[in-house]
Nanobody, 129 residues
Framework: QVQLVESGGGLVQAGASLRLSCAASGRTFSTYAMGWFRQAPGKEREFVAGISWSSLSTNYADSVKGRFTISRDNALNTGYLQMNSLKPEDTAVYYC??????????????????????WGQGTQVTVSS
């Protein structure tokens, strides 16, 4: 069993940066693909970024490519999402998730929320204009 806890959200102005963290319990987290998703009020949960267990494969939503960077430190059982040049449209609750079906996989992380087995409780990111 894996438990995920996000932190690092907050209220910032447009153009600012934030770094989200996802702390995981359970030794198997390091072998799973990991993703970051977000959900704005009235909208569906959407893929933001994904990373393979080895960090060799990363993928991003077009809306954040070039501004956000996903990473992980398996020794610390922690994932990260560095968010730069934030825009008001980035406002949402951000969730990290782990996909055990891609354990030790070299492929890109899935963009599909139902493919993920474990989810954190979310952290709010609000970007003011």
């Amino acid at each position: 069993q894996v438990q995920l806890v996000e932190s690092g959200g907050g209220l910032v102005q447009a153009g600012a940066s934030l770094r989200l963290s996802c702390a995981a319990s359970g030794r198997t987290f390091s072998t799973y693909a990991m993703g970051w998703f977000r959900q704005a009020p009235g909208k569906e949960r959407e893929f933001v970024a994904g990373i393979s267990w080895s960090s060799l494969s990363t993928n991003y939503a077009d809306s954040v490519k070039g501004r956000f960077t996903i990473s992980r430190d398996n020794a610390l059982n922690t994932g990260y999402l560095q968010m730069n040049s934030l825009k008001p449209e980035d406002t949402a609750v951000y969730y990290c998730a782990a996909d055990r079906s891609r354990s030790y996989a070299m492929s890109y992380a899935s963009r599909n929320p139902p493919d993920y087995d474990y989810w954190g409780q979310g952290t709010q990111v609000t970007v003011s204009s």
